[in-house]
């Protein structure tokens, strides 16, 4: 069982730069791929980024490539999204979520997920 709770999230100017952290509870957290979803209103969720246990893969969907970067801390349990160059369309719920298969974009492939935090970026 493994537990998941973002932070970081907030208003942004165009431009700006926000990280998200998200917290892991449970001892195997290591051995679970991560990623980052997000959801923007009246839209379905999609895949913003992913990274392997092993922290040597990540993945990243073409709309955040070159702006964002997904890092890992095992030995804390957590992930980390950096945002750059923040832009309107960016403006979302972001959810952290924990599966098997590493950078899967689809959202049934991940078995846990936390509450989201909010980013909103204002133009």
């Known amino acids: 069982q493994v537990q998941l709770v973002e932070s970081g999230g907030g208003l942004v100017q165009a431009g700006g730069s926000l990280r998200l952290s998200c917290a892991a509870s449970?001892?195997?957290?290591?051995?679970?791929?991560m990623a980052w979803f997000r959801q923007a209103p009246g839209k379905e969720r999609e895949f913003a980024a992913g990274?392997?246990?092993?922290?040597?893969?990540?993945h990243y969907a073409d709309s955040v490539k070159g702006r964002f970067t997904i890092s890992r801390d095992n030995a804390k349990n957590t992930v980390y999204l950096q945002m750059n160059t923040l832009e309107p369309e960016d403006t979302a719920v972001y959810y952290c979520a924990a599966g098997v298969v590493s950078g899967s974009p689809l959202v049934h492939e991940y078995e846990y997920w936390g509450q989201g935090t909010r980013v909103t970026v204002s133009s």
């Open positions: 449970g001892r195997t957290f290591s051995t679970y791929a």
């Open positions: 990274i392997s246990w092993h922290q040597r893969n990540t």
